[in-house]
């Protein structure tokens, strides 16, 4: 059998994409039927989670009794503009406005940590002396303490930063109560140098997307040992995926991969002992209900394991995306029995 191997998952979230792969459930779960029939599957029942449902786990698999079977889990991230124009798609027609309690999602997770990003970001200062050094200016409370919220803590790591004195102490040049500014070290300069060729003296810029592989997180004990299924799938990506120019769609896909990844190998071990044949796949949920005024919701694929029977675990295999959606698009969308 193929094994999910780091690289792939690598591969795999540098591939994936959204822009024409956006297909409404109804289309999806008819072109599945036919896969499904191209591989030899008898009669199936296809496991569907309602889209607010976390992908967490692969759910009624764990009671699989040898039938062929299809579980499909999604995890969902609203729509969002910045993604690029999807022919078709509607446009932005209002947000939506819940005040209620939801189901918590990938966006949910991140949520406090793109603030302590995003706050990071805005509040240190760029700038060139008279004698041209490159100066970074930070409140003295993000020297000291970091950007904390109750999800954990973000700490600036100003040894990759600040050029040391003679005695190798990290001293600032100029401090006042509330900000300290700091002689940027010679290579952070060199790899800024298209930003400081035309600046002047006395000119200042928010750090923006310079601050990246400059910081990390610090985690709150409740986050670390709760039971959401995020720490795993999405903590150990956190600092990638806050400086990601889609981050909340980033999370999501970190968390599909991760997901896939875990249960694969779950049901690879269990599916020696049946006879049935399974396909287990993720995808995102995408929900466009701001943009379209209703619940609205179409799916993504994004990877699937297929399994023959147990007794012959080398036929399993993997497919990526643009496998998986080009076996679903030789399918025709009005499946017929």
Known sequence: MNTFMPELAESAVAS???RGRMVSYEEFIERLK????????????IHMPSPSVRASSVGSVDQFEGKDEVVVVSTSVAYNPSWGVLGGMPHLFHQKKDGGMHEETPADFIAPFLLCYSYAQE?????????????ITLPESIVREGVACA????????DRIVEADTGGVLRPVMT?????????????SKSMAELLKDWQAGRTMAIGQYLKGLFSFQFAERIITSDSPYVATILPHLAEIVTHATPNLRAAQRHLLGIFARDVARLAEK???SSGKLMYITGLDIDMTAFTGEEDHYFVPCQ??????GDSPEHD??????DLLGRLRQQDKHYVV
């Not at 036919?34 to 029942?45: A, D, E, I, N």
């Not at 295999?317 to 643009?322: E, F, G, M, P």
Request: glycine share 10%; proline share 2%.
């Open 16 to 18: 994936f994409k959204i």
């Open 34 to 45: 036919g896969f499904c029939t191209s591989l030899g599957f008898g009669p199936v029942t």
């Open 123 to 135: 509040n240190i200062h760029l700038s060139l002396s008279a004698e041209g050094q490159c100066l």
């Open 151 to 158: 999800a954990g803590k973000l700490r600036i790591h100003l």
């Open 176 to 188: 006042s109560d509330t900000q300290q500014t700091f002689v940027v070290t010679g290579s952070l």
């Open 271 to 273: 599916h020696k002992s």
């Open 304 to 309: 699937a394991y297929i399994a023959e029977s």
């Open 317 to 322: 295999y993997l497919l990526v995306q643009d």
